[in-house]
């Protein structure tokens, strides 16, 4: 998926062969998720690339090159994956520039704030409900272990089940209601 292939190299794949990410992003940008998951294998050949500027697609004879910039996120820790011998320190540095800490949901001193815009962007074309005060803290002070795509769906879910203008605590889906 990553590094693409050509046409017959994998049993059971597109006829066609696939460009592969890093190709699709090639004059952009490429956005890997959860880097600190990678397999070691992926990420030394994601360190030639990064460090040759070009790809070669699985079951290519030529390289191609390649320009793109990269942005990576994780959950994890990635200082401390490279104490434990589970990511290469030479790609921590090629992809650590900029780094943005977010603090996990629970943490965050804005939830009041970020639970509405959060359900204003669900509402989309609707008009956006009002939250029941008591619902409002009860989302507040809720730990969120699956930060803000839990809010996101605790909030379609209450925009599903709600009745009229208001979002109350029963609308909310048990588990953060019954906190």
């Known amino acids: 998926e990553l590094f693409g292939y050509k046409s017959g190299a994998v049993t059971g794949a597109s006829r066609e062969g696939r460009r592969g990410r890093i190709l699709q992003a090639n004059g952009g940008t490429l956005f890997l998720d959860e880097i600190g998951d990678m397999p070691l294998q992926l990420q030394a050949r994601l360190l030639r690339v990064l460090e040759?500027?070009?790809?070669?697609?699985?079951?290519?004879?030529?390289?191609?090159?390649?320009?793109?910039?990269?942005?990576?996120?994780?959950?994890?820790?990635?200082?401390?994956?490279?104490?434990?011998?589970?990511?290469?320190?030479?790609?921590?540095?090629?992809?650590?520039?900029?780094?943005?800490?977010l603090p996990a949901l629970r943490d965050r001193t804005d939830k009041r704030a970020l639970i509405r815009s959060v359900l204003a962007s669900e509402a989309q074309f609707s008009a956006v409900p009002e939250l029941e005060e008591e619902a409002l803290a009860v989302m507040e002070n809720y730990e969120w272990p699956g930060n803000i795509r839990q809010l996101r769906n605790a909030l379609r879910a209450a925009?599903?089940?709600h009745d009229g203008t208001l979002i109350r605590t029963r609308d909310l889906p048990r588990e953060i209601s019954k906190s």
């Not at 790809?55 to 290519?60: E, K, M, R, W």
């Not at 990635?78 to 434990?84: F, G, S, V």
């Not at 090629?94 to 943005?100: F, K, P, T, W, Y």
């Open 159 to 161: 925009l599903a089940l």
């Open 52 to 101: 040759e500027r070009e790809v070669s697609p699985l079951g290519a004879e030529n390289a191609v090159k390649v320009e793109f910039r990269l942005i990576c996120a994780t959950q994890r820790d990635l200082l401390d994956l490279i104490d434990k011998g589970q990511f290469r320190e030479d790609l921590y540095y090629r992809v650590q520039g900029i780094s943005l800490l």
